[in-house]
């Protein structure tokens, strides 16, 4: 059974940087691929970052590309996500995911499985 736990989020002015992290069990192959969504108040859930655990693919939305990276820990069974120049837009709930059919989680349409979510809150 996958069990994925996120942790990290907090509160940061305008610019600052943050880690999250998600610790994931039960991956139990190599053909996963792990990414974090987020949902900000009122508004629908996007994909922020996604990748193949093995490596390779990787993808982020527009609106991060330059600020943040994603990253997996194979040793560590751990998904990081840096965020650096964050801005008021970034505030959300960040999601971390995993999914076994690539294709769906790496076109940011959903996954097969979903953390319960840690609040990133940036203020001026």
């Known amino acids: 059974q996958v069990q994925l736990v996120e942790s990290g989020g907090e509160s940061v002015q305008v610019g600052g940087s943050l880690r999250l992290s998600c610790s994931a069990s039960?991956?139990?192959?190599?053909?996963?691929?792990v990414g974090w969504f987020r949902q900000g108040k009122a508004k629908e859930r996007e994909g922020v970052a996604v990748?193949?655990?093995?490596?390779?693919?990787?993808d982020y939305a527009d609106s991060v590309k330059g600020r943040f990276t994603i990253s997996y820990d194979n040793a560590k069974n751990t998904l990081y996500l840096q965020m650096n120049s964050l801005t008021l837009e970034d505030t959300a709930m960040y999601y971390c995911?995993?999914?076994?059919?690539?294709?769906?989680?790496?076109?940011?349409?959903?996954?097969?499985?979903w953390g319960q979510g840690t609040q990133v809150t940036v203020s001026s």
């Open positions: 039960g991956l139990d192959h190599d053909d996963y691929c």
């Open positions: 990748m193949a655990t093995r490596g390779g693919a990787i």
């Open positions: 995911a995993a999914d076994s059919a690539c294709l769906r989680i790496l076109r940011f349409m959903g996954a097969e499985y």
